[in-house]
C-alpha cells in the first residue's frame, strides 16, 4: 500500500430505513493532501462524513487510517485517531473566550487549577502558526464567522490532529474570509495535515484542492487528481443524466414569439452573500427555469422575489410597476404565489387539516365580518382535492399524514385557489415518488396553457428541460447564462453552470 | 407460531386504541372521577352552594386561562397576566369617582395597552414571550403598588360591586353568566374565525405561516391584547366581589393556575390546536382541587403538593406517543 495514503476507506455501505445511502463507497486520502468531496444534495457526502467521525456506524466496510484499522463508533475515538471535523454549525462556545475555546475540555492545569498563562500562550502560538493575530482573551462571539471557523480549526490541530474535515466551510464566508481560510488550509498542508473539503463552489474547488471524490446516489462516480479532470466533467459526474432519455415538452414559446409582457422583473438585486445583483423577467404565461448548483442562490432569489426576504439594493417591477415587497403578504396581494424548497419546514402546518392548510391564504376571501364560511370553504377544497387528485381520506385528514408529493400538492393548491398570475416554486418535486413528479410537471405545463407564469428552482436538469420554455443559470450569487427552448440541450446548461459561458 | 404472533398484534392495536382514547379524555376523566370522590369522601361537597363557591372563585383562573389558551396556541406563554389583573384592579378602583363605566373601561383599557406592548415587543424584536414577560410581570405590578402607595384600597360602590356580587333569582351568581359569554366568545374566535386559524398556524408552523401570508405581526399583537384584557377583566370582577383593591395580592400565581389549567385542557404547549373546552375542564379541576382541600380542612402547603400530583397525572396521561 503507498505509504503517503492517510486515510482509505473501504467498501463503506449504511443503510437507513427505506433508504440506501452509501453502497460500497470507497474514499482515499493522501497525507498533507486537500480532498475535495463532491456530490448533489442526498448524494451520501454527509453520511460518508459521519460515518468516519463516529456520528453513524457503518453496516459494513472497513476504515484504515495511517495504515491501521480503526474503528471509530463514537465521535470521541474518532478524535482520538487524530479526525476532527469543522461543522458548518461551528461546535464552540459563543460566550466562552477564545483560548478557552481552544481548550475546552483539555484545559492546561497547574496545581489543581487552570494555568491561564499557559493557556493563553499556546492558543496565541497555534492561531499565529496560522496567520491569525487575535486577542486570545477577547470572547468568541464577538469575532467573525471566520475568525470562528479559525479558532476551530486551531482546536482541532491543538489535538494534534492528522485529518481535518471541514464541511461547506466557505458557505457562510465572504471573498476575503474565504482567502484566509485558504491560507491556513495551505499552512495546514505544509505541516502535513490532510483535509477533507466539502463544497458546492466549483472554483473553490480547483483553486485549493489536489483530489477529488465524486458521489452520486450513494455511489462512487469519480476519483481523481484536480488537475486531471475539467469542470465540465465534473458537473457531468455529479448530476449524471443520460441526455437521450429526456423528452421535452412542447414549448409555446421560443426567442421571437417571446411575449414582451412582463410579470416580473428583478434589476440589480442583492443580498449578499448569496444574491449579488441579479437581473431576470419572467414573462406572461412563461415557466422560466433557474438552474445552478445548490447554493448558488437560486433558493435565495425566489424568496427575495417573494418578499420573504428583503434585498440590501436593486428593484422589483411587477407588471411594469416598481414595488416594495416587504412580507409575502405584500407579494401575494400582487399576485404572487411560493412552494418552498423544504415543505415541512417551510410549507405546511403540520396539525392542520388538509381543508385548512389548502384555504389558509385565502381565507381573507372567504371570511365576513372575521367569521369563516364553512361551505365556501368546503366548495373550494373539493374542487382542488380533485382538480389535483390529492390522495387523502378526508379534507379533514392532518396534512402531515399524507405522503410527500400530496403535501406538495396541498401546498400547490393553497396557491392555486389565489388565482395567481405567478407561481414560484422551489424544487417542487424534491423528495417526492416518480407518479406524483410527473403529475406535477403536467400542472406546470397546464398552468403555462392557462397563462399562469412559473418561476421554478431545480436542481434537476431533466426536469427543467421537460417543462421550461426559458432557463436562467445561477452561478456564485450571479446570473451566468439564460437559454431559450430551442437550445436548451443538457450540454449547454452544465457548460453554463461549470464555466458561466454565454 | 403465525396465530401467536397475529394475536400479539391484535392485542398491540386493542392497546392502542385503549391509550388513545385515554389520552384524548384524559381531562373529563380526570374531573369526574375528582367529582365522584369529593362527592363520597368531602361533607357537603354535593351541595348547591358548594358549586355556586366553586363557579364564583374559578371566574378568575377562567378568564385568564382563556387568554392563555390562545396565547399558548400560538406557541408563546403570558406569566404577566397576574399582574395585568393587579393594575386593573387598582386603577378601577382608584377611578371609581368618574363613575362606574368610565372606571371599569379605564381598567380595561390599561390592561389592553400592556398586552399590545407585551405583543408588539415580542413580534417586532422576535424575542421569547418568557423573557419578555417575565420584567413585564414584576413591573406591572410594581406600577399597580405605586398607584396606591401598596395599601388596600376599599370603596363602597354598589353600583360596581354588583359585577362581582349580584345573583340572578337571588342564587345564581352574575359570575356564571359572564363565564358563559366569555367563554363562548374565545371558542367562536378559536375555532369559527379566521383569527383562529392564524393563531393555530403560527403556533404549528411560524415560518410557513408567514410564507403564506399571515400577518404575523399584528396577530401576535391581538394574541397578547386579548389575553392582557381577560386577565385585567378578571381582575375588575374580583375587584368588584371584595370592593376592595389590593395591588399586593390580587392575582399572585395566578399565571400558573392558567397555565397549568391550559396544559391540563390540552392544548399543546408548544403552539398547536386551540382546546378551549379542555382550558374549561382544565380550570374546573383545578378549583375543585383547591376548594375540596380546603373542605377537608387539609393544610393549604399540602394543597400545593396535591394539585402538582393531580396535573402531572393529566399531563402524563394526555403525553404524547
Avoid at chain 1, 22 to 38: F, N, Q, R, T, Y
Amino acid at each position: 500500500m503507498d505509504e503517503r495514503i492517510l486515510l482509505h476507506m473501504k467498501n463503506i455501505s449504511k443503510n437507513f430505513p427505506g433508504v440506501k445511502a452509501l453502497k460500497g463507497v470507497d474514499l482515499e486520502v493522501k497525507k498533507g493532501e486537500v480532498h475535495a468531496l463532491m456530490g448533489e444534495n442526498g448524494a451520501g457526502k454527509s453520511t460518508l462524513i459521519k460515518v468516519l467521525t463516529g456520528v453513524h456506524v457503518e453496516d459494513s466496510g472497513e476504515i484504515y487510517f495511517e495504515g491501521k484499522q480503526i474503528f471509530t463508533n463514537t465521535t470521541l475515538q474518532a478524535q482520538k485517531c487524530g479526525i476532527s471535523t469543522i461543522y458548518q454549525e461551528l461546535d464552540l462556545i459563543p460566550e466562552l473566550s477564545i483560548c478557552e475555546n481552544v481548550f475546552l475540555g483539555r484545559e492546561i492545569m497547574k496545581n489543581g487549577m487552570i494555568d491561564w498563562r499557559a493557556t493563553e500562550e499556546k492558543a496565541k502560538a497555534i492561531l499565529l502558526d496560522m496567520g491569525i493575530k487575535v486577542d486570545v482573551k477577547g470572547v468568541l462571539s464577538q469575532q467573525s464567522t471566520a475568525i470562528q471557523q479559525m479558532v476551530s480549526i486551531a482546536r482541532a490541530i491543538s489535538i494534534n490532529a492528522r485529518l481535518v474535515v471541514m464541511d461547506e466551510p466557505t458557505s457562510s464566508l465572504d471573498e476575503k474570509e474565504v482567502k484566509v481560510l485558504f491560507n491556513v488550509i495551505k499552512k495546514l498542508k505544509a505541516q502535513d495535515i490532510s483535509v477533507i473539503f466539502i463544497s458546492h463552489r466549483l472554483d473553490e474547488i480547483f483553486e485549493i484542492c489536489d483530489a477529488i471524490t465524486i458521489l452520486k446516489d450513494g455511489e462512487r462516480v469519480g476519483y481523481s487528481a484536480i488537475k486531471d479532470i475539467t469542470k465540465l466533467q465534473l458537473v457531468s459526474m455529479m448530476i449524471g443524466r443520460d441526455a437521450s432519455k429526456i423528452v421535452s415538452r412542447k414549448k409555446s414559446y421560443s426567442k421571437d414569439k417571446m411575449s414582451n409582457e412582463n410579470i416580473i422583473e428583478t434589476r440589480n438585486i442583492v443580498r449578499e452573500p448569496k444574491v449579488r445583483g441579479i437581473d431576470i423577467e419572467v414573462k406572461k404565461g412563461e415557466v422560466l427555469g433557474l438552474a445552478g448548483l445548490l447554493g448558488a442562490g437560486r433558493t435565495e432569489l425566489a424568496r427575495l422575489i417573494f418578499g420573504a426576504d428583503a434585498p440590501q439594493s436593486g428593484d422589483i417591477y411587477i407588471n411594469g410597476k416598481k414595488v416594495k415587497l416587504n412580507l409575502p403578504k405584500d407579494a401575494i396581494k400582487a399576485g404572487l404565489g411560493f412552494c418552498p424548497e423544504d415543505r415541512k419546514v417551510e410549507g405546511i402546518i403540520p396539525h392542520m387539516s388538509v381543508k385548512e392548510n389548502i384555504t389558509l391564504a385565502m381565507l381573507p376571501r372567504l371570511t365576513k365580518m372575521g367569521v369563516v364560511s364553512k361551505k365556501e370553504q368546503e366548495k373550494i377544497v373539493n374542487k382542488y382535492i380533485e382538480a389535483l387528485k390529492i390522495k387523502t381520506p378526508h379534507m379533514n385528514q392532518a396534512v402531515r399524514n399524507l405522503s410527500g408529493g400530496n403535501q406538495q400538492k396541498v401546498i400547490l393548491a393553497r396557491w392555486l385557489c389565489m388565482n395567481p398570475e405567478l407561481l414560484i416554486l422551489d424544487e417542487p418535486t424534491r423528495g417526492i415518488d416518480v407518479g406524483a413528479k410527473t403529475e406535477i410537471l403536467d400542472l406546470i405545463e397546464k398552468l403555462a396553457e392557462d397563462n399562469i407564469s412559473v418561476l421554478m428552482v431545480s436542481s434537476e436538469i431533466e426536469e427543467l428541460m421537460h417543462a421550461c420554455d426559458r432557463i436562467a443559470v445561477i452561478r456564485d450569487g450571479k446570473k451566468a447564462g439564460e437559454l431559450y427552448a430551442e437550445e436548451i440541450g443538457e450540454e449547454a446548461i452544465m457548460n453554463s453552470i461549470a464555466e458561466g459561458g454565454k | 407460531m403465525k396465530t401467536i404472533t397475529k394475536k400479539s398484534s391484535v392485542n398491540v392495536n386493542q392497546d392502542r386504541d385503549w391509550k388513545l382514547l385515554l389520552n384524548k379524555y384524559a381531562t373529563p376523566i380526570l374531573l369526574v372521577l375528582l367529582i365522584a370522590v369529593n362527592a363520597i369522601f368531602t361533607p357537603n361537597f354535593a351541595n348547591v352552594n358548594t358549586m355556586w363557591n366553586i363557579l364564583i372563585q374559578m371566574t378568575t383562573i377562567l378568564l385568564t386561562a382563556l387568554g392563555m389558551t390562545l396565547v399558548i396556541a400560538s406557541g408563546g406563554i403570558d406569566i404577566s397576566v397576574g399582574s395585568v389583573m393587579a393594575i386593573s384592579s387598582i386603577v378601577t378602583a382608584k377611578s371609581l369617582g368618574f363613575g362606574v363605566v368610565p372606571a371599569v373601561i379605564l381598567g380595561l383599557l390599561i390592561s389592553a395597552v400592556c398586552g399590545v406592548f407585551i405583543g408588539f415587543i415580542i413580534a417586532r424584536f422576535k424575542i421569547q414571550p418568557i423573557i419578555v414577560t417575565l420584567p413585564m410581570m414584576i413591573g406591572i405590578r410594581g406600577i399597580a403598588q405605586v398607584i396606591n402607595d401598596s395599601q388596600l384600597l376599599n370603596f363602597n360602590e354598589p353600583a360596581f360591586s354588583f359585577l362581582g356580587t349580584y345573583k340572578f333569582g337571588g342564587s345564581v351568581p352574575i359570575q356564571v353568566f359572564i363565564m358563559i359569554i366569555v367563554s363562548a366568545s374565545v371558542y367562536f374566535i378559536a375555532n369559527k374565525m379566521s383569527f383562529g386559524r392564524y393563531v393555530q398556524a403560527m403556533g404549528d408552523n411560524y415560518k410557513a405561516s408567514r410564507l403564506t401570508g399571515i400577518n404575523t405581526f399584528m396577530v401576535t399583537i391581538s394574541i397578547y391584547m386579548i389575553s392582557a384584557t381577560l386577565a385585567g377583566f378578571a381582575g375588575i370582577i374580583e375587584t368588584a366581589r371584595l370592593s376592595a383593591a389590593d395591588a399586593n395580592a390580587i392575582g399572585k400565581l395566578m399565571e400558573l393556575d392558567a397555565i397549568a389549567a391550559v396544559a391540563v385542557g390540552g392544548t399543546p404547549m408548544n403552539g398547536g390546536r386551540p382546546n378551549v373546552i379542555g382550558t374549561i375542564f382544565g380550570v374546573l379541576i383545578i378549583q375543585i382541587i383547591t376548594v375540596a382541600v380546603n373542605m377537608n380542612n387539609i393544610p393549604y402547603t399540602y394543597s400545593l403538593v396535591l394539585k402538582a400530583i393531580v396535573i402531572i397525572l393529566a399531563l402524563w396521561a394526555r403525553r404524547d406517543k
